[in-house]
C-alpha cells in the first residue's frame, strides 16, 4: 500500500558544531545533493574536508541524541514535529494495520534514554545464502532509492554457551532492518548465546564498524520496533524502542562514506563464523519502507527477493533458517530457525 512520507529538515554538522537547519524541498533532493558531495569530497576536497569526514565517521558517539519535551505526545505530533523530533513517521489512515501497529509503538515510547554506546571492529555483512535469511526489496522495482525502513518483532531466547565469553565473538541470532546492499544503513538487535544468553541493540553504517547500543536495555521477549531513515547530507537517524518497557532512544550518525540506497532489507543474521543458535520462531511485522521521492510502502506492496540460511549457499545445502512467504500484502513473515550447523563461511555474495 502506498504511503506519503513527510519531508524532514535536515540535521547538518559544521566544523565541530551541530547545527540544525531546516532545508527546503524533498529527500530526493537530499539525496542528491549528499551523493554528489560525497564525490566531490573524492575527488578534489580538500585534506581538511576529508579529515573531518574521517573523524565524523570514526566516532562512537552520535552527532545528536532526540530528546522530546515532557508534554511531546507523539500521537498528537504533526507530521513534521516527528520528524524534528526523531519519531518514525505516521501512517494514513487508509492503512489500518500499519497505522495500529505504529500507534502500538509509539504509544508506549514514554522514556528517551542517555545514549551508552560501544565501538567496535565488528560488522554484520553483505548478503550470502551463508549469513542472511529474509526478505530484500531491491530499489530496481520503483527506480528511485529507498531511504528509509521499519520493522518489528518479538527479541527471541537463545541457549545458554559457556565456551563464549565476550557478547562480541559469540554465536548470534541477529534481527535488522535496514537499507542497501553493498553499503548499508542497519539498526537491529542480537540474542547472543554466551554463559548467560545476552541481548543488545547496534546501528551500523556497513562496512563500518558495529556501534553496540547498550541503551535501550532489552532481554528475552521484549518487543522491539527498530526504524531507520537516511535524512541527506551524508546522516542517518536511528530509532530503537523496548516497547515492554518504553525505552527509546534516537540517535544521528555520520554516515558517510557507506551510504547504502539500494534496497530495504528485512533480515535475520547469523554471526561469520559462528553456528546459529536455536530461536524457534519470530513474527516480523510492522515491515515498511520509502523513498527518496516521500512515498512510502509496506514490505508486500510490489515483490521482493527472498533469501535463506543453507550450509553450502546453495538450494542443495541444509537449510539452516528461512522466512516464510509473506502472510499478507503489509509484509508480515515468520524467521523460522531449523539447524544451527553445518555451515560454510567462504561464499561469495549472492
Not at 542472511?132 to 527479541?155: D, K, N, R, Y
Not at 553499503?183 to 540474542?191: A, L, M, N
Not at 524502542?241 to 540517535?251: A, I, K, Q, R
Amino acid at each position: 500500500m502506498l504511503r506519503q512520507l513527510p519531508v524532514r529538515p535536515a540535521v547538518l554538522a559544521a566544523a565541530s558544531v551541530l547545527v540544525a537547519a531546516c532545508v527546503a524541498g524533498t529527500f530526493g533532493a537530499a539525496v542528491v545533493s549528499a551523493n554528489a558531495a560525497t564525490k566531490n569530497d573524492a575527488g578534489s576536497s580538500t585534506a581538511s574536508a576529508q579529515q573531518r569526514a574521517l573523524a565524523l565517521y570514526n566516532r562512537c558517539e552520535p552527532l545528536k541524541v532526540f530528546h522530546p519535551g515532557p508534554n511531546f505526545n507523539p500521537l498528537k505530533a504533526s507530521s513534521l514535529q516527528l520528524r524534528e523530533d526523531g519519531f518514525p513517521p505516521r501512517p494514513p489512515k487508509s492503512d489500518a494495520k500499519a497505522l495500529s501497529g505504529w500507534i502500538h509503538a509509539m504509544s508506549r515510547a514514554l522514556h528517551p534514554v542517555a545514549p551508552h554506546p560501544v565501538c567496535s571492529s565488528d560488522k554484520h555483512s553483505v548478503i550470502t545464502n551463508s549469513i542472511w535469511s529474509g526478505h530484500e526489496v531491491p530499489e530496481s522495482l520503483f527506480g528511485t532509492p529507498i531511504t528509509f525502513t521499519e520493522s518489528s518483532w518479538a527479541q527471541p531466547s537463545v541457549p545458554a554457551n559457556s565456551n563464549y565469553g565476550g557478547f562480541k565473538d559469540a554465536p548470534t541470532a541477529s534481527f535488522w532492518t535496514g537499507t542497501g546492499i553493498d553499503d548499508i544503513i542497519q539498526v537491529g538487535c542480537d540474542s547472543i548465546s554466551l554463559g548467560t544468553p545476552y541481548y543488545e541493540c547496534w546501528t551500523e553504517d556497513f562496512p563500518g564498524g558495529t556501534v553496540w547500543q547498550e541503551t535501550p536495555a532489552i532481554t528475552a521477549g521484549d518487543q522491539i520496533f527498530v526504524s531507520d531513515i537516511y535524512d541527506g547530507d551524508n546522516e542517518a537517524t536511528y530509532f530503537i524502542e523496548n516497547e515492554t518497557t518504553g525505552d527509546y532512544l534516537s540517535p544521528v550518525t555520520y554516515a558517510a562514506p557507506y551510504v547504502g540506497l539500494g534496497s530495504a532489507d528485512y533480515i535475520l543474521e547469523r554471526g561469520d563464523g559462528l553456528y546459529l543458535p536455536e530461536f524457534s520462531q519470530v513474527y516480523v511485522t510492522d515491515n515498511v519502507f520509502g523513498l527518496s521521492n516521500g512515498d512510502t510502502y509496506d514490505l508486500g506492496a510490489k515483490g521482493n527477493n527472498e533469501y535463506e540460511i543453507t550450509s553450502n549457499c546453495l538450494s542443495s545445502g541444509v537449510v539452516l533458517a528461512l522466512p516464510t512467504y509473506l502472510q499478507d500484502s503489509a509484509g508480515d513473515f515468520w524467521q523460522e530457525w531449523l539447524a544451527s550447523s553445518p555451515y560454510n563461511n567462504s561464499c561469495g555474495p549472492s
